[in-house]
Every structure is written in C-alpha cells, then in structure tokens.
C-alpha cells in the first residue's frame, strides 16, 4: 500500500520557519520524482518546489530564496525548508510522489499538513 504521510504544518508567525517532511512507502523511493504543492482556501493547487530522482531541484517564483527541497532516498524522505514565511503562505502543503521509468504511470498524493502564518 503506497503512503504519503506529511508532517510539520503548524501555526508560526511572518518570518518564522518550518519544516515539513513527507515520509514515502510502498513505493521504489528513488524512481520517483517529488513535490511539494500547496492549495490555498478558494485557490488551485500549485507547486511550490519539486526535486526529481537526479537531485536537480525546481521552486516556484514566490519561493525563491525562502524554501528548499532536498530528499534522502535511504530514508524515503522528502523535506521542504521554508524559511521567511508570509501570511500568503498560508496553506494546505501537499507531498507528491510521480514516478518515472518503469513507474511512469503512477502518480501519489498525501492527505496534507496545515501551514498557518499570522501573528
């Protein structure tokens, strides 16, 4: 059975920082391409940073300079520093998990960690 569980979300205030971590099973961790997505109350969904199975990694424009991915395939982890948080990141951070190669077809969610920024 293939699990997402994200932990880490809380409330913290402009400025602050947190880290939230997703812990993968049930899938081959390291064909996989992950993400971090965040949906905001009455807004799509959309990423926030991504790292493929090489390492290489990706962030969105509105996290440049705050947010870092990093993964550790002997761990089936993937992280997301965020650093410098605003109240507009305030959102629901989803992990996923999208497979590449043999597992190409294959495309995970997480159920979600609340992330709150307010003072």
């Known amino acids: 059975q293939v699990q997402l569980v994200e932990s880490g979300g809380g409330l913290v205030q402009p400025g602050g920082s947190l880290r939230l971590s997703c812990a993968a099973s049930?899938?081959?961790?390291?064909?996989?391409?992950m993400g971090w997505y965040r949906q905001a109350p009455g807004k799509q969904r959309e990423l926030a940073a991504s790292i493929v199975t090489d390492g290489s990694t990706n962030n969105a424009d509105f996290v440049k300079g705050r947010f870092t991915i990093s993964r550790d395939n002997a761990k089936n982890m993937v992280y997301l520093q965020m650093n410098i948080l605003k109240p507009e990141d305030t959102a629901v951070y989803f992990c996923?998990?999208?497979?590449?190669?043999?597992?190409?077809?294959?495309?995970?969610w997480g159920q979600g960690t609340q992330v709150t920024v307010s003072s």
């Open positions: 049930g899938i081959a961790f390291r064909f996989y391409d």
């Open positions: 996923n998990a999208r497979g590449t190669r043999l597992f190409s077809h294959n495309d995970y």
